[in-house]
């Protein structure tokens, strides 16, 4: 695409028109209540809480995309001067509410832009979203994904956030005497703390502004400001600590529950039966009944990073698989990750080269997917079948389970150290030479 015509989460000068894949900070960067560069595209449940993060933000700058039509505009070619249409597709991104992908095509040819995704395989919202994106492809190829590639890494494996919804549920159901801390965002986890509120039947605190998003959100009444309606709480992730932890237990029996697909930084205290079996089963103990079994399995998932931390993988982001399947249902020419300022950032292209049309053999180093389906085949054909082969992904995922190779030898050092600096791209800026 011509320099000049349009940004993704980029907010400098220079773009025609500029569009928003949801509302996280990493995304907004320069964005400000003043910011009035150009038109702004957005989901619309970003439009309706857009004036709570940016107040006095000039509203008339703000278009709404709606998801799965597509949208038409003219922009003007800057070297030209002539008119070019770009046609723009949002897709449910099922990262954050009003998190959206960007589709574009036009006489550039077409790029998919992911912003922050999580791609499950097992929600009806994510069969949706997958039916949409093979809809609006079609047998079109995507000459560029541009894509979340936060945990493009084979340690990264996640269970469904349905799972791992239940195993908070279940951790704070096995600390009936315990007040609850949870670590969340501004924006996002909001079906989590809805899931517990269901299960545990409880309302859950937030702080006053989440209440209003909670509020714009149509969630009016599993969240309340008053400490004495519950004992869990959902507090901003900057002010979970174990300092927190510790100030809290010093008054009342606290833990702490963090949900992320990051790890901890310290080394997790041992996660078995013995150590972690009895906060689990003590509420049943008493009955005489074992508790584990609402696990389900899953267990080994939870890790115990403190005495009053517990570690939960419940993500927003894809995890690897996932960034395989996706990619796999794609199948672009090429591709680039968005998140580039991360301690363990890996080039996609690197485990993923091979799953692009236009292979990069000096990287497929261990790509064991080889589309060998030839050019003859209808690309939207080739799509389906990506997806009736969904077996190999769990069978390599398996595989990397029980190896637990980290293939990168990359170590993660510090929790706040893997955050996103910046993401987003003015997209005639990158450079695909690497
Ligand atoms: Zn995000």
């Known amino acids: 695409m011509e320099r000049g015509l349009i940004s993704v989460d980029r907010w400098s000068d220079g773009s025609q028109a500029y569009f928003l894949t949801h509302l996280h900070s990493d995304h907004t960067r320069g964005l400000t209540s003043s910011w009035s560069k150009g038109p702004l595209f957005c989901s619309r449940i970003t439009a309706k809480l857009f004036p709570l993060r940016f107040p006095g933000f000039d509203l008339s700058l703000l278009r709404v995309i709606d998801v799965e039509s597509w949208h038409s505009f003219s922009l003007i070619s800057p070297s030209s001067g002539s008119n070019t249409v770009l046609h723009v597709m949002a897709i449910d991104a099922h990262h954050c509410p009003g998190s959206v992908m960007f589709l574009f095509r036009g006489d550039f040819g077409c790029l998919l832009y992911t912003g922050d995704f999580r ?144 790890p901890w930084t310290v080394k997790p205290i041992e996660c078995d039966d013995k150590h972690f079996g009895s906060p689990l089963t003590h509420q049943n103990s008493k009955s005489g009944e074992i508790q584990m079994g609402n696990l389900n399995g899953n267990l080994g998932l939870v890790k115990k990073f403190h005495k009053y931390i517990f570690s939960v993988p419940y993500s927003d982001h894809s ?12 199948q672009p020419n090429n591709m680039k990750g968005i998140v580039s300022s991360s301690s363990c950032y890996v080039d996609p292209i690197y485990y993923f080269g091979c799953l692009c049309k236009a292979s990069q053999p000096a990287k497929k180093l261990h790509c064991k997917h080889e589309n060998k389906k030839g050019g003859s085949q209808a690309l939207a054909v080739r799509r389906k079948l990506y997806i009736e082969s969904g077996k190999l992904t769990k069978l390599e995922t398996q595989r990397r389970k029980d190896r637990k190779a980290d293939y990168f030898g990359v170590r993660l050092k510090r929790f706040h150290s893997l955050r996103r600096i910046q993401r987003g791209a003015k997209i005639a800026d990158i450079d695909f030479s690497d």
């Not at 994510?126 to 079109?140: F, G, P």
Request: net charge negative; charged share 20%.
């Open 319 to 330: 995890c690897f698989a996932e960034i395989q399947s996706f990619i796999g249902l794609v």
């Open 119 to 262: 791609w499950e395989g097992t929600s009806k919202r994510a069969e949706r979203a997958r039916a949409t994106l093979l809809n609006a492809l079609q047998d079109n190829a995507v000459d560029v994904l541009y894509l979340d590639n936060t945990y493009c890494n084979p340690s990264y494996e996640f269970p469904s956030r349905e799972v791992a919804a239940q195993l908070v549920a279940d951790i704070i159901a096995a600390h009936p005497e315990h007040d609850i801390i949870i670590g969340i965002h501004d924006l996002g986890k909001e079906e989590l703390l809805v899931h517990i509120a269901r299960a545990l039947n409880i309302k859950i605190w937030v702080w006053p502004e989440r209440l209003q998003t909670m509020h714009l959100l149509g969630l009016n009444d599993v969240f309340t400001t008053k400490t004495d309606l519950t004992r869990v709480r959902a507090v901003p992730r900057y002010s979970f600590s174990i300092n927190t932890l510790e100030g809290l237990n010093s008054i009342c029996p606290t833990i702490g529950i963090m949900p992320s697909g990051l």
